[in-house]
């Protein structure tokens, strides 16, 4: 199993310093919520930490050659567009490249592994659909299922949920909640600040170009920093049914 390290570990895009700072460890068992307001640096810090971009410092992740990086963690860009009409299975099938040799025919394997993450994010009967005749929040999912069967230690995915109704967003993180209680782990970004309380081990939220909070989701969704980050007020309670957290207004400045 796989532990993602940081250490000082910063980028600029344009010359323009985005997020910095960064030191901490992602371990096995984990289901890591990426959380901050809209240009926090999320997506920056996800794609440095994959070696996508360029960054100072030191990310276990980053120095990895494409093969082995593949084969570590599967990478679910926010970017949903598929240029080609290939169908669900075939897309899905990409997932298991790194796991054979070049040239190398699917196997048994390989087919299982495919029909089971079409299954999971509920696509079974799409196999032969052609990806571009999906709705946008069947195509998210049949990108959700290409990240699963890549069977990597890791899943790292820019806002998965984004898009899907209510019951694929809370199917969706409890497949990856059951991925970290496997002793994998995942690292999302997203905006649904009631799921990521509900669902994921921890929280890392971002803003003033940093870590802000780290840590349990009570520890991190504090009305401080709740208004100080997000410029919201929000109520957060435990109950028998798990936390629950409704944003309630905006605070002026
Ligand atoms: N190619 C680029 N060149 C320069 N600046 C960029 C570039 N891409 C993004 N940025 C800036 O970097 C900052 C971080 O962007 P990023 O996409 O990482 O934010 P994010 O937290 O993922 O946001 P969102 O929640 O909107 O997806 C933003 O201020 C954005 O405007």
Redesign the pocket.
């Known amino acids: 199993m796989t532990r993602v390290t940081f250490r000082d570990f910063s980028v600029a895009?344009?010359g323009?310093p985005?997020i910095g700072d960064i030191n901490l460890s992602i371990e096995p068992g984990e289901l890591v919520g990426l959380i901050?307001p809209?240009?926090?640096?999320?997506?920056?810090l996800m794609r440095a930490a994959l070696g996508l971009i360029p960054a100072s410092g030191h990310c276990s992740l980053a120095g990895l050659d494409d093969r082995t990086r593949a084969r570590t963690v599967a990478w679910m860009p926010?970017d949903r567009s598929v240029a080609w009409p290939i169908s669900v299975e075939a897309l899905v099938m990409l997932g298991r490249m790194p796991h054979r040799a070049p040239g190398q025919r699917p196997g048994r394997s390989d087919l299982e592994q495919v029909a089971k993450a079409i299954r999971e994010v509920g696509l079974a009967g799409f196999e032969h659909r052609a990806v571009t005749r999906l709705s946008a929040g069947e195509r998210t999912r049949a990108l959700i299922a290409r990240s699963l069967a890549q069977q990597t230690p890791m899943i790292m995915a820019d806002e998965p949920i984004a898009g899907l109704d209510p019951a694929h967003q809370i199917t969706t993180m409890e497949t990856f909640a059951g991925i970290a209680a496997s002793g994998r782990s995942v690292l999302v970004?997203l905006h649904d600040l009631g799921l990521a309380a509900r669902h994921c081990t921890r929280l890392i939220l971002v803003g003033e170009r940093r870590i802000v909070a780290d840590g349990a989701p009570a520890a991190v969704l504090t009305a401080d920093n709740l208004a100080r980050i997000f410029h919201i007020e929000a109520f957060l309670q435990a109950t028998d049914h798990g936390p629950v957290f409704q944003s309630l207004r905006v605070l002026g400045p």
């Open positions: 895009l344009a323009t985005v901050g809209n240009g926090a640096g999320k997506t920056t926010q970004s």
